[in-house]
Nanobody, 123 residues
Framework: VQLQASGGGLVQAGGSLRLSCTAS????????MAWFRQAPGKEREFIAG????????YYADSVRGRFTISRDDAKNTAYLQMSSLKPEDTGVYLC?????????????????WGQGTLVTVSS
């Protein structure tokens, strides 16, 4: 059971990136999924979460209105579309999935984690 994150890179402030998180098994299609960010010297931070079939989405205040989480269950993939990027968005973005999630923003509720993809936003 694996999650593979991709799509990170170097972008200028104000630019956009789309991250992908592909699951190795179709079982994940029923799991809530989320993106977290790990910046140097900071705690892991919740960015966005999505329920089964996209029935509900959640965002951190810092990214609401700029980032959009979505999923394509036919491709076992979740996405994070990031726009109007800021230097403070820099970090390693990790995708996660869990069987039962009560609070989407709590990292300890997730059972599976991808390896992360690095996003660097230059000023």
């Amino acid at each position: 059971v694996q999650l593979q994150a991709s799509g990170g890179g170097l972008v200028q402030a104000g630019g956009s990136l789309r991250l992908s998180c592909t699951a190795s098994e179709r079982t994940f299609n029923s799991f809530p999924m989320a993106w977290f960010r790990q910046a140097p010297g900071k705690e892991r931070e919740f960015i966005a979460g999505i329920r089964w079939r996209g029935s509900a989405t959640y965002y951190a205040d810092s990214v609401r209105g700029r980032f959009t989480i979505s999923r394509d269950d036919a491709k076992n993939t979740a996405y994070l579309q990031m726009s109007s990027l800021k230097p403070e968005d820099t970090g390693v973005y990790l995708c996660a999935a869990g069987r039962t999630i009560r609070d989407a923003s709590r990292s300890r509720e997730y059972d599976y984690w991808g390896q992360g993809t690095l996003v660097t936003v230059s000023s």
